[in-house]
């Protein structure tokens, strides 16, 4: 069973930064592609970066980009998100989702192309 376990989440000011870890159990890390989505308080969950299986593609939402850095580490099992200069509008639960693929360089930005989650980690950015 695959279980996927995000951590790193809490209270920052807005300007600061944050990096979240997930760690994958239960199927072989360097066969799926990872991404992370967000809720906000209201709103529906949306996209926030993907990357491929290879780590040679990444792909992030405009309202992110030059802010977040999604990363990956095969031998740990573990996709990060950097995030940078947070504003209260990053202000969600982060969720971690992976997907098997067979091409290594394939990203999914779609969260119905997803279908493993972790249960999600609260980011608070105040102002």
């Known amino acids: 069973q695959v279980q996927l376990v995000e951590s790193g989440g809490g209270l920052v000011q807005a300007g600061g930064s944050l990096r979240l870890s997930c760690v994958v159990s239960?199927?072989?890390?360097?066969?799926?592609?990872m991404g992370w989505f967000r809720r906000a308080p209201g709103k529906e969950r949306e996209f926030v970066a993907a990357?491929?299986?290879?780590?040679?593609?990444?792909d992030y939402a405009d309202s992110v980009k030059g802010r977040f850095t999604i990363s990956r580490d095969d031998a740990k099992n573990t996709v990060f998100l950097q995030m940078n200069s947070l504003k209260p509008e990053d202000t969600a639960v982060y969720y971690c989702?992976?997907?098997?693929?067979?091409?290594?360089?394939?990203?999914?930005?779609?969260?119905?192309?997803?279908?493993?989650w972790g249960q999600g980690t609260q980011v608070t950015v105040s102002s």
């Open positions: 239960g199927r072989t890390f360097s066969n799926l592609a």
């Open positions: 990357i491929s299986r290879s780590g040679s593609r990444t």
């Open positions: 989702a992976a997907q098997a693929l067979f091409l290594p360089a394939l990203i999914r930005t779609r969260e119905s192309e997803y279908d493993y």
